[in-house]
């Protein structure tokens, strides 16, 4: 069984940063597409960021282009989002994903973290 673990979510104050983390269990984790989504209160979840298996090819939601940036450490099996210039609208729950086909759409992951709650006050 793949499970994933996010950390790193907090309190900040707009304008801030702060930098999630998740880590995936078992040994083929390089092998696999990694995601960040997020959900607010009462919304759908939302894609956020998006990377493959070796770094190479990365994607965001233009909600977050510029502010954020998605990465991965495969030696440490970590996928990480650094996330800057927060607003508001940020404020959400956050969830890693492994994804297992093409796509971009929550139905293209597998496995998902628990998530961890981001919120930005103004």
């Known amino acids: 069984q793949v499970q994933l673990v996010e950390s790193g979510g907090g309190l900040v104050q707009a304008g801030g940063s702060l930098r999630l983390s998740c880590t995936v269990s078992g040994r083929t984790f390089s092998m696999y597409g990694m995601g960040w989504f997020r959900q607010a209160p009462g919304k759908k979840r939302q894609f956020v960021a998006g990377i493959n298996g070796s770094g190479t090819n990365i994607y965001y939601a233009d909600s977050v282009k510029g502010r954020f940036t998605i990465s991965r450490d495969n030696a440490l099996n970590t996928v990480y989002l650094q996330m800057n210039s927060l607003r508001p609208e940020d404020t959400a729950v956050y969830y890693c994903?492994?994804?297992?086909?093409?796509?971009?759409?929550?139905?293209?992951?597998?496995?998902w973290g628990q998530g961890t709650q981001v919120t930005v006050s103004s």
């Open positions: 994903a492994r994804k297992f086909r093409v796509g971009y759409s929550d139905t293209s992951y597998d496995y």
